[in-house]
Every structure is written in structure tokens, then in C-alpha cells.
């Protein structure tokens, strides 16, 4: 419970119109959840971490997709951690939520990920939504709201294809149809951001990028839970299907313009899909020495009571630990060079910050794979019951880090060492 942590006083400031004047809203007043300061989301997070940790292997085996456990995050305050303060929010930095994402991770990474496209979204209002919707959407945010995610397309030539087309259709209005795969987070959303192209009739498939905003219930929204990965099991990362999904003027925010000029808007998102890495490494390493400590028999050879005093599997603990270790450690430091790029935003600025990321993705998407096998080396035979699903963290591990090529990572690190060249300033760094 969120009650035994300090949180801050939610504070509600309208957005000014054109006139300079504050903008007023009908309806009544919606009870907001926990506005939290930087150590009490540590310590919720740690809370819920631990709850999440006791029933994942269920989790992944049958395959119990999280509604419950969502449903808590939402109402602990955890998913409005970075609603600025000019809207009550906390305005948390990336470093918290950073570490907020690693914890969750340890605990179980399906639930961790499931929220990954909320605060991104949150980050693209902050980026290019228009007064009137960030006083809209972030209120929606401190009632507990989901974002969800319906960006990329399967069967397109890359994942940056993106055919899902608004269409204008009169009176300030459009609509909206496609198909949306991997779509982590729909299930459970209430709102589902949507990348689309926003079309005219004389030229379908060529306007510019753009988030259309629909509500989970709309007419003509459909999604379904037919994710069937060998990991990330509980993120029901479904298909999202849009037949004719009426959209108003009101709920459209430009996309493409983030790409104009220097942004963090990749680096942001990055640093949280390294943050789920770094999680499910600790959260293997963690499970791996419990597991010597109590159910493992040493080798005859090591000449040693328990298996814990085996020299051989202290030195794959302790190579583990180290590895561990540092892709914490480039974490905190890629956050950091996101808050400090976003504090003083310049080409340079949000190179860096792309860099910095760029780094902790490429080690921790090869330490947890990693780690998460050297489990069944240091732990013997019995790990590998069945039983004791101690290979979901491999699974886990091997499924997240295919989101986006590690590989790449290195390609921009070799030639911004090599000759100076900047990595590309786009949403996947």
C-alpha cells in the first residue's frame, strides 16, 4: 500500500486558451491516485516488485494474464510518476523511473513491460499535445487511466512502415482503419494511442505521422489476445483492429514533428526497454543463488560440504554480479544523460543521450540472455526440472531483447567513436 510513503499534493493548473485565460471543464471531479516523490515510488515499487515476484512463475506457466496486478500499479500512483507538475502530476526524472521499471522487472518483466507504451505516450503529450490535451489526458492519467499501444504493423517492409491511414472525413472529423500487431498494452488500456497516417483523398498512404487517440470500447475498436510468444507470456501483446474508427480533430497530435529537430523521444522509450533487460538479469542472478544456496549438491570434485563453497561456482556468481552490476550501472548513467538532454536539449545534448542508451541496451540485452542461461550452470541437473520454470527468465530474456536489434546499438557506437558520425534521430535510439 502506497499509504506508509510520502507523496506529494496534487496540484491542477488549467491550460491557458489563445486569450491567455484559463480553460474550464464540465463534469465532476474525479478521485486522483497517489502523487508520489521520488523515494516513495522506490519503496511502492519495491512493494509491488516483491508481490509480483511470489506468483510469476504461475503466471508465465498458465499463462494468467495480469488485470489484478495492473490494476494495482495503476492505483498505487506508480503509472502518473511523470505527469508534470504544472498538471499535478509529480514530474518525476527519468533516473526514477528508470529504476521504477528495473524493479518491477525483477519482480516480473511481463508486468513491467505492459505499461512501457503508457509512459511513452505520456512523454509524446508532454512533446507535441496541445494545452487543451494535456490538461485532458494527464487528468485522465491521475484517475488511474492506461495508455495503451497500436504502433507497429506486421507485414509491412519495416517496422517504420506504418499504413494504418486517417482519413478526413468532414466537420473536423476522421476515421481510422488498419491493423496493429504486437500491441503491448491494448488489452488493458482505457485509451489506445495509434500511429496513422493522416491522408488526404488525393494522396492515401503519404500524409505525415500522427497519434490518434481513441478509447479502448470505441466502435469499430477491436482487440484480441492472440500473442503467443515463448516469453513475455502475460503481456497479451495482441493484434488491435481499426474498422472505421471515427476520430475528432481533438484527438490527433502530430508524430512526425518530433523528428524535426533534436528529441530525447527515442531515448526515453529505449532506456525503459533496457530497464526490463536489466531487471529480468538481476531477477535470474537473484533466483540462481538461492537456488545454490539451498536445493544444489556440489560436485564431488570441489571437495566441499555445500555447493555454495564450490570455487567454480563462486567464480560464475561472482562473473554474473559484475556483469549485473554494470548494466545497472549504465543505466543510471543513460538516464541521467536523458534528464540532462531534456533539461538542455541540443543536437549534441540528445546525442549523447542516444549514446548513453544506445550503450546500456547493447550489454544489458546480452547480459540477461546471459546471465538467464548461466542460471542452469551454477544451480546443476535439478534446475532444470520442469517443475520449477526457472527457464521463463531465459524465455523472457530472449523474447524482450528481440524488440529492436542489439547489433545496431554497436553499429552507432563503432562510428561515433570511429568518426564522430551521430546516431540517426529517430524513435528507436
Do not use: C
Not at 319 to 348: C, G, H, P
Not at 406 to 427: C, E, F, I, M, S
Amino acid at each position: 500500500m502506497t499509504t506508509p510513503h510520502d507523496v506529494l499534493l496534487p496540484r491542477s493548473v488549467p491550460p491557458n486558451n489563445a486569450a491567455g485565460t484559463p480553460t474550464s471543464y464540465d463534469g465532476p471531479a474525479q478521485e486522483t491516485v497517489p502523487v508520489l516523490s521520488h523515494d516513495a515510488a522506490i519503496a511502492v515499487a519495491t512493494e509491488i516488485a516483491a508481490e509480483l515476484a511470489a506468483t510469476s512463475l504461475e503466471r508465465d506457466r498458465d499463462r494468467l494474464l495480469p488485470g489484478r496486478e495492473l490494476d494495482r500499479l495503476s492505483a498505487s500512483g506508480l503509472l502518473a510518476v511523470t505527469v508534470p507538475t504544472e498538471h499535478g502530476g509529480a514530474g518525476l526524472p527519468v533516473e526514477t523511473l528508470a529504476e521504477v521499471f528495473r524493479i518491477l522487472a525483477s519482480g516480473d518483466p511481463s508486468v513491467a513491460q505492459v505499461p512501457n507504451s503508457h509512459f511513452v505516450y505520456v512523454n509524446a503529450l508532454r512533446h507535441q499535445g496541445t494545452p487543451e490535451q494535456r490538461w485532458f489526458f494527464f487528468r485522465e492519467v491521475l484517475t488511474g487511466k492506461r495508455f495503451g499501444n497500436a504502433q507497429s504493423e506486421v507485414g509491412t517492409k519495416h517496422v517504420r512502415d506504418i499504413r494504418t491511414a486517417l482519413t478526413p472525413a468532414g466537420n473536423g472529423r476522421w476515421t481510422l482503419s488498419g491493423t496493429k500487431g504486437y500491441s503491448t498494452g491494448a488489452l488493458f488500456a482505457d485509451w489506445i494511442p495509434v500511429l496513422a497516417r493522416q491522408d488526404t483523398l488525393a494522396a492515401p498512404g503519404t500524409g505525415p505521422l500522427h497519434v490518434a487517440w481513441v478509447e479502448r470500447q470505441a466502435p469499430g475498436v477491436s482487440v484480441t489476445d492472440d500473442w503467443n510468444g515463448m516469453g513475455q507470456r502475460t503481456t497479451a501483446s495482441g493484434t488491435v483492429q481499426l474498422d472505421q474508427v471515427e476520430v475528432t480533430a481533438d484527438r490527433i497530435t502530430p508524430y512526425h514533428l518530433t523528428f524535426e529537430g533534436p528529441q530525447t523521444y527515442g531515448a526515453f522509450a529505449q532506456v525503459l526497454h533496457a530497464a526490463l533487460d536489466v531487471g529480468i538479469a538481476r531477477a535470474a542472478l537473484t533466483e540462481a543463488a538461492e537456488f545454490v544456496r539451498t536445493r544444489s549438491r556440489p560436485y564431488p570434485d570441489a571437495g566441499v560440504d555445500r555447493a555454495a563453497d564450490d570455487p567454480l561456482v563462486v567464480q560464475a556468481l561472482g562473473e554474473m554480479e559484475l556483469d549485473v552490476r554494470a548494466s545497472e550501472a549504465l543505466l543510471r548513467e543513460a538516464a541521467r544523460a536523458v534528464d540532462a538532454a531534456d533539461a538542455d536539449l541540443t543536437a549534441d545534448s540528445a546525442a549523447t543521450a542516444s549514446l548513453a542508451v544506445a550503450a546500456v541496451r547493447a550489454h544489458s540485452a546480452r547480459v540477461s540472455v546471459e546471465v538467464s542461461s548461466r542460471l542452469f550452470e551454477v544451480s546443476g541437473t535439478r534446475s532444470a526440472l520442469d517443475s520449477l520454470n526457472l527457464d521463463r527468465h531465459w524465455r523472457n530474456a530472449r523474447t524482450h531483447t528481440l524488440h529492436d536489434p542489439a547489433a545496431w546499438k554497436v553499429q552507432h557506437l563503432g562510428r561515433y567513436v570511429a568518426d564522430g558520425t551521430p546516431p540517426p534521430n529517430h524513435g528507436q535510439l
